[in-house]
């Protein structure tokens, strides 16, 4: 009897011990799951999504002190098309190693969808299948710096998107390196979090 006494006390913080690992294990396997299935968090390294998303001090451009961190929904492209005006992060061309000194993961917004004629204008504003399209995104001081493709026109091929840099003047994006292939796109950007007072959410 005081064998068995013994024998359940002894168990019983073990038994606290086993169940804390457990939920721990669980629980660390959710967010591995949700994370490499469901959604990624990023980090805006520059000045191109300005000033809808920043990037930090004392790069060029950047206007805060922290640069925004996003959350990306990687399973939304599985059950949904992508929809123009969605900001957007993807893998880059090869060109764009190129074009812009760099490769690798990028963020831009989804302007021209497969099939589509893109042309920007001789003031900067972009027009798609002749109508122009409405970016209250763009602000008149990135419009006016946006001088490297006025009067220029491109076709996006079938089963790729057009992407562009809210900052148009500091951005290198499609109109450089050209339209990105579906299977290179990683998923809209739902959500910035990072920092606190830049808590934003966007529908994907």
């Not at 299935?37 to 930090?56: D, F, G, N, Q, W």
């Not at 925004?68 to 969605?86: M, N, T």
């Not at 091929?157 to 450089?176: E, H, I, Q, T, V």
């Not at 796109?185 to 830049?198: D, E, F, K, Q, S």
Request: charged fraction near 20%; include cysteine; glycine fraction near 8%.
């Amino acid at each position: 009897m005081l064998g068995a006494k013994v024998r359940s006390r002894v168990a019983a913080p073990w038994r606290k011990v086993l169940d804390w690992v457990l939920t721990i294990a669980v629980a660390v396997a959710v967010v591995l799951v949700f994370e490499a299935e469901v959604a990624k968090p990023y980090r805006i390294p520059s000045e191109s999504m300005e000033p809808t998303l920043h990037c930090a001090r004392p790069a060029v451009g950047c206007q805060a002190r922290f640069s925004d961190r996003v959350i990306a929904c990687e399973l939304c492209y599985r059950f949904s098309d992508p929809e123009r005006g969605q900001i957007v992060v993807f893998d880059a061309p090869a060109a764009a190693a190129a074009k812009c000194g760099a490769a690798g993961t990028y963020v831009k917004r989804l302007i021209g969808l497969p099939g589509e004629t893109v042309h920007e204008d001789g003031q900067s504003r972009i027009w798609i299948d002749g109508k122009e399209l409405n970016e209250p995104y763009v602000t008149s001081d990135a419009r006016s710096q946006d001088v490297s493709y006025r009067n220029h026109t491109w076709h996006v091929p079938g089963g790729s998107y057009f992407m562009m840099g809210d900052n148009r003047g500091s951005s290198c994006d499609s109109r450089a390196w050209g339209a990105v292939p579906r299977p290179s796109l990683i998923g809209p950007v739902v959500m910035a979090y990072w920092p606190p007072t830049r808590l934003n959410f966007w529908t994907p």
